[in-house]
């Protein structure tokens, strides 16, 4: 399935949000999620289910004014 | 006395602080030397934001451990949004991420100036407050749009000095001053466009609670140096506005008593 992971183009085979985040190698509270602009909370994202060519955000702590 | 006993400390959403400098965390030389800028300013709160994770190089992670040894209190932004949608979700995100209510609102209208969206700004605000958030909104000095956001349930205001990252300092300070005037009990923080320490004492000695910045100090020759100037300037600027300034006027006024001037001034007269 193809989906847009921030903002690129990526190819994925996990249905799920969390699987997704979890492949990526990311620590399920050390990132933040949104899908098509919606934030995803936390315990939301094992039942969000991705879409061929869903917009996909997962965002980290950085520096900012 | 009363009112001065009142002001001592900075009180933010029912939170206190000792410094009435807020410091951004951005465009620093190096992590180290961020850290001791944040040290040097003595600011209890230290604004964040949020970007996208690009791999497992954990670079958010980094950072989040960094900022945490300041001990400051963590400010996050929705920098970069330019819509209510875009706004209201990051700030979402932000929450989780950064497990606070606090939000600097950011909705910006404008690409040469990044000056805020004021309707989508109170459209945002009044969202976000409803969903318990504690809006802290970059707002312009517009006085009527003051008034919605603290409508909205905004506690906090903080009207821009100048554009962001212009170092312009109060571009309109008879605004400022109206800002003030008509919210007496309102915390008003002046946020973006400070360029010097003299600037923001300026700000404070109109009776401001407090200012947030960023470029200035990140982006001087010593950044360490330079937040240690603002923080004495902050300190400076709202011990004279306690102290009560005198009204400027045109005219000279002796400031030597004038009773019994010696013979010579005599000589002057008629």
């Known amino acids: 399935m193809k989906i847009q992971l921030n903002g690129a183009s990526y190819d994925t085979e996990h249905p799920e949000l969390a699987a997704l985040v979890a492949a990526l190698g990311h620590e399920a509270d050390k990132v933040a999620t949104a899908v098509d602009g919606l934030f995803v909370a936390r315990p939301a994202r094992a039942a969000t289910l991705l879409r061929e060519g869903c917009a996909v955000e997962i965002l980290a702590p950085m520096e900012g004014g | ?39 040097a300013s003595h600011a209890g709160i230290v604004t964040v934001s949020l970007r996208r994770e690009a791999g497992k190089d954990g670079a958010g992670q980094q950072f989040w451990s960094l900022i945490q040894k300041s001990g400051a209190r963590l400010l996050p932004n929705t920098a970069g949004c330019k819509t209510v949608k875009e706004a209201v979700n990051t700030a979402h995100m932000a929450r989780e991420l950064f ?36 809006v802290f909104p970059y707002t312009t000095d517009d006085l009527v749009v003051a008034d919605k956001l ?109 009773l019994g001037s010696p013979f010579w001034h005599a000589e002057h007269e008629s």
């Open chain 2, 99 to 134: 497990a606070t209510p606090w939000i600097k609102l950011e909705v910006i209208g404008e690409d040469d100036t990044l000056q805020p969206d004021v309707f989508g700004l109170v459209e945002a605000a009044r969202i976000l407050c409803a969903e318990g958030f504690q």
């Open chain 2, 150 to 258: 603290l409508a909205a349930g905004c506690e906090v205001l903080m009207p821009w000095g100048a554009p962001i990252g212009s170092g312009r300092g109060l571009n309109n300070p008879f605004a400022l001053r109206a800002l003030r005037a008509h919210f007496p009990d309102t915390t008003l923080i002046v946020d973006a466009g400070i360029g010097l320490p003299s600037q923001a004492a300026q700000a404070m000695e109109l009776g401001y609670d407090a200012i947030l910045l960023n470029t200035a100090v990140a982006k001087a020759g010593d950044p360490v140096a330079m937040a240690s100037a603002f923080a004495q300037a902050i300190a400076a600027g709202h011990s004279a506005f306690k102290a009560g300034a005198i009204e400027a006027r045109d005219m000279a006024a002796p400031s030597t008593p004038v």
């Open chain 2, 1 to 39: 006395m009363t009112t001065v006993q009142a002001s001592k400390q900075l009180n933010l959403y029912g939170s206190e602080f000792t410094s009435r400098f807020l410091i951004g965390s951005a465009q620093y030389p190096s992590p180290a030397i961020l850290l001791d800028a944040i040290r």
